[in-house]
């Protein structure tokens, strides 16, 4: 083989590996952007539906596409196109600021929001719940070690006036998020709140306020993941030991 064969050879090579590179960075751009975004859990603010250490799949075509569907949110149009409103009780994903919220929806637009002694109530009725058995396990009131002993946690199962049912925390530390003011959701804009109530940077505190439909990213639909401790995922091999198994592939309600 002469040398300028085999410099064309590598050169045919090397062009294949870069366009089947290319191609990969394209599709999972457009997976990313129009069908499906990850999204892993940091905080205990869904807990107990949503846990530290999860890892879900949101849907980017739920609700449409506003600028916020894309990479870097580039400014390419204002509003959202092919939009579609989230229903009461959809958990999903908005932008705030810099960065990414996951929360429940509770409030639609022209609602009448109130919570008063840690029961929520919607258009001056409140929404029915029961207690349920307690959460038991690391302490989702408070920051705490990884080796931490578990502890109980009163949990309600509440249930929306569009029969959404799911679970929430109550820590006991009665404070302005169990008993707030009115709140009237304008036009366009949702209230949102996390599922460990007293725990939760949500729609009853000013610096979130009402999120509007822009600014939603898409809706939480499938845990593919779950690793417990905030242990490092890359660790293969403690995988038997801090993967949560019984939570992949559960469907967030």
Known sequence: M???????????RFS???????????????????????????????????LVGDYLFVSKFSY???RYSFPFSPPIFAGRIIAS??????????????????????????DRIQVIGGVVSINGKPVERHRVDDFVGHDPCRPAPADAPPVRVVQW??????????????????GFADNTGVYNVPL???????????NSEDSRFPDVGYVPLENLIGRAQIIFFS??????????WNWPSSVRWSRLFMLVR
């Open 188 to 198: 366009g804009h949702f209230f949102m709140m996390g599922d460990n109530r007293e």
């Open 16 to 50: 294949g590996t870069a366009s089947a590179v290319l191609e990969a960075i394209l599709i999972a751009l457009v997976i990313r952007s129009f069908l499906f975004q990850p999204f892993n859990i940091p905080s205990g603010s869904m807990e107990p539906t949503l």
């Open 157 to 174: 199962r509440e249930t929306l006036p569009n029969g959404v049912s799911y679970n929430t925390l109550q820590c006991g530390r009665a």
């Open 227 to 236: 690793i417990r401790g905030r242990a490092p995922v890359w660790e293969i």
């Open 64 to 66: 449409g596409y506003s």
């Open 85 to 110: 409103e989230p229903s009461r009780g959809d958990v999903l994903v908005f932008r705030h600021g810099e960065d990414d919220f996951i929360k429940r929806v509770i409030g639609l637009p022209t």
């Open 2 to 12: 002469t040398d300028q064969k085999r410099e064309r050879d590598t050169v045919r």
